[in-house]
């Protein structure tokens, strides 16, 4: 009966074994740890722009999309804005697009070119100093986006129990668009 009760315990043991390793390598080949940094992601995505010293401002997030881990850089140099998806597993370049930041049109009729950008810094720090107290570690999220063709920065901020989300122009740091949830007003 011992030696029965000593087997049955080996093979639960060894499906519990398996299952467990299994289900790291699923983990693993989804992304969901191990692999590149987002520091090497930002390297990837610079290198294929093709930006070598250029002047740019970059947003990197991590995300889980179509079963694994990705990483959405977004990158502003020149009036250009290249969106980058990257596998995290593997550091392949899974989807590009690059946009030109042309809006509006100029008192002669001829296609605006935005030819200023505040960068994504400048932009976080703007959204900061209109939540009082708020510091960098409060950062919850920065994207960059177009919006007819005008840079702009979306920042949202977790301070002391609300979410404040920004929306800034690329080209003046005016901001466009605040929502405040949970904010005592």
């Known amino acids: 009966m011992e030696q029965k009760n000593r087997k049955k315990g080996m093979i639960i043991g060894g499906i519990i074994a398996a299952v467990v390793v299994i289900a790291l390598l699923v983990c693993w080949l989804m992304g969901l ?3 590149i940094s ?5 390297e990837i995505a610079r290198d294929d ?3 070598g010293d250029a002047q740019y401002s ?3 997030d991590k995300t889980f999309d179509d079963g694994c881990m990705k990483y959405d850089v977004t990158i502003v140099s020149d009036g250009i804005l290249y969106n980058y998806q990257i596998n995290v597993r593997n550091g392949k370049i899974t ?3 690059k946009q030109d930041t042309n809006y509006g049109q100029d008192d002669s009729g001829q296609q605006a070119v935005q030819t200023t950008d505040i ?6 720090e703007i959204a900061l100093e209109n939540v009082p107290g708020a510091d960098a570690d409060c950062i919850t999220e920065m994207d960059v986006d177009t919006e007819h063709g005008a840079i702009v920065y979306e920042i949202e901020i ?3 129990g609300s979410k404040h989300e920004f929306e800034i122009d690329g080209a ?3 901001i466009l668009k605040r929502s405040d949830e949970g904010a005592a007003n």
Do not use: H, M, P
């Open 33 to 35: 740890f191990g692999g």
């Open 38 to 42: 987002s520091v090497k992601a930002e």
């Open 49 to 51: 722009a093709g930006l």
């Open 58 to 60: 970059i947003a990197v």
């Open 95 to 97: 989807g590009r697009e």
């Open 119 to 124: 960068g994504i810094e400048k932009a976080a």
């Open 158 to 160: 977790k301070y002391d």
């Open 172 to 174: 003046t740091g005016k």
